[in-house]
């Protein structure tokens, strides 16, 4: 045999030996490649049904919320409990006996809130002589911002006003005073104002008009209407 021939032998077995893909193979593969299906013009009005109906929904809960009428003078205090101090401990305004006072704050840590606090804490004496038991500040937070925040104002100085949190929002509903804070605090939260009640029921109520500004739910000012 010639070296020409036995070249040749070679080539001709290396080309048998190769395995070609089979026409399962080919199925296999193809089966497992994925299919990316343009978004069609349908799907994005359906995406845009399902958004608009979801903010639908979230305003008529938020509808829902202020549709209770306010509270007034000689109304008793809403059935509803607040959580205050911890997790476990809660406080409900209607069982209280003796004077009382509710700071109604739409959110702890804000700075029209953090001005408005501080002149009860000062003059909590002062309410104590006019015959007020406890004043109570209360927001629409969870306990834990709550306590935070009475840290940072009180600064230790021992117990003076106390602090509530209506971390549901059911006290805002039940008094009528629900703010829509969806802009600013991304949800529902308690209008500015203070309320005085004696054994439940309520003796003087002020709503700020404008829940920016601090005016006639000012510390001296409900302190005037003891």
């Known amino acids: 045999m010639s070296l020409r021939t036995s070249i040749n032998s070679t080539r001709a077995l290396r080309t048998k030996s190769i395995v070609k893909p089979s026409n399962l193979y080919r ?15 349908k799907q994005y009005r359906m995406a845009s049904s399902v958004i608009q109906a979801t903010a639908k929904a979230a305003h008529s809960t938020f509808a829902s919320l202020v549709s209770a009428s306010p509270i007034k003078v000689g109304d008793a205090i809403p059935d509803v409990e607040v959580r205050i101090n911890g997790l476990e401990e809660k406080v409900n305004f209607s069982k209280l006996t003796g004077k009382n006072v509710l700071v109604l704050v739409p959110g702890a840590f804000s700075g029209t809130c953090s001005q408005q606090v501080p002149g009860y804490i000062k003059h909590f004496s002062a309410y104590q002589s006019k015959g007020v038991k406890d004043v109570y500040v209360v927001a629409v937070n969870d306990i834990f911002v709550v306590n935070a925040w009475k840290e940072n104002l009180t600064e230790g100085k021992g117990e003076t ?19 829509d804070g969806q802009a600013i605090f991304g949800g529902p939260r308690l209008k500015r104002g203070a309320i005085v009640f004696d054994n439940g029921k309520v003796t003087h109520l002020t709503v700020e008009p404008n829940p920016g500004e601090v005016t006639t739910s000012h510390a001296d000012e409900v302190l005037k209407a003891l």
């Open 161 to 179: 006003v106390k602090f509530a949190a209506d971390d549901s929002a059911a006290l805002a509903h039940a008094l009528g005073l629900v703010l």
């Open 27 to 41: 199925s296999i593969v193809t089966a497992h490649r994925p299919v990316v299906s343009p978004t069609t013009v």
